[in-house]
T-cell receptor
Framework: NAGVTQTPKFQVLKTGQSMTLQCAQD?????MYWYRQDPGMGLRLIYYSASEGTTDKGEVPNGYNVSRLNKREFSLRLESAAPSQTSVYFC????????????FGEGSWLTVV | AQKITQTQPGMFVQEKEAVTLDCTYDTSDPSYGLFWYKQPSSGEMIFLIYQGSYDQQNATEGRYSLNFQKARKSANLVISASQLGDSAMYFC?????????FGKGTRLSVIA
């Protein structure tokens, strides 16, 4: 009953440090996403992968990189963390990139000090 | 670019009453879908209901229904017989030629 699993759940970083958020899904979905959620802003798309082997920028890609490691896994990397990247990060997946229900992981709370 | 608007930052409703959460969208895509998600205080995103632009009937899922008015480009969520557990943030979301785009959300508080 796992669905979308993301780690870590909580992380505190110092400005300039790097880290990778890991995400895996067991629903055999083709598409995967990374969103960030900030107070009053809803969820904004950082990057997505429509299918294995492809990645595309979303609305707020600056400061992030992604890797679609295989069909199951999609990681998000912060190369040099900044306080503006303090947020809640959600990984999600769906059968396809358009018109399909997206299922979310539980979220990762990241604080950059 | 697609735009989705939720004009109600917060709503209050009495327990057992019905409540409507507003959502409007702006698109030139001929085919699209509209979603509603619930986010309780624990933080997870829970899928509630989906409406396709070509669906003939309004979507319903238990106590949730979607009042879809295509000409007005609105997709309001109706929750019937509100329960205390319905207190949460509610997000409307749109997908057409792009991945899911979210509105800023409405915080619903159910009062006993």
């Amino acid at each position: 009953n796992a669905g979308v699993t993301q780690t870590p759940k909580f992380q505190v970083l110092k400005t300039g440090q790097s880290m990778t958020l890991q995400c895996a899904q067991d629903m055999n979905h083709n598409s995967m996403y990374w969103y960030r959620q900030d107070p009053g802003m809803g969820l904004r798309l950082i990057y997505y992968s429509a299918s294995e082997g492809t990645t595309d920028k979303g609305e707020v890609p600056n400061g992030y990189n992604v890797s679609r490691l295989n069909k199951r896994e999609f990681s998000l990397r912060l190369e040099s963390a900044a306080p503006s990247q303090t947020s809640v990060y959600f990984c999600a997946s769906s059968r396809g990139p358009r018109g399909n229900t997206i299922y979310f992981g539980e979220g990762s709370w990241l604080t950059v000090v | 670019a697609q735009k989705i608007t939720q004009t109600q930052p917060g709503m209050f409703v009495q327990e057992k009453e019905a409540v409507t959460l507003d959502c409007t969208y702006d698109t030139s895509d001929p085919s699209y879908g509209l979603f509603w998600y619930k986010q309780p205080s624990s933080g997870e995103m829970i899928f509630l209901i989906y409406q396709g632009s070509y669906d003939q009937q309004n979507a319903t899922e238990g106590r949730y229904s979607l009042n879809f008015q295509k000409a007005r480009k609105s997709a309001n969520l109706v929750i019937s017989a509100s329960q205390l557990g319905d207190s949460a943030m509610y997000f409307c979301a749109f997908t057409g030629n792009t991945p899911l785009v979210f509105g800023k959300g409405t915080r619903l508080s159910v009062i006993a």
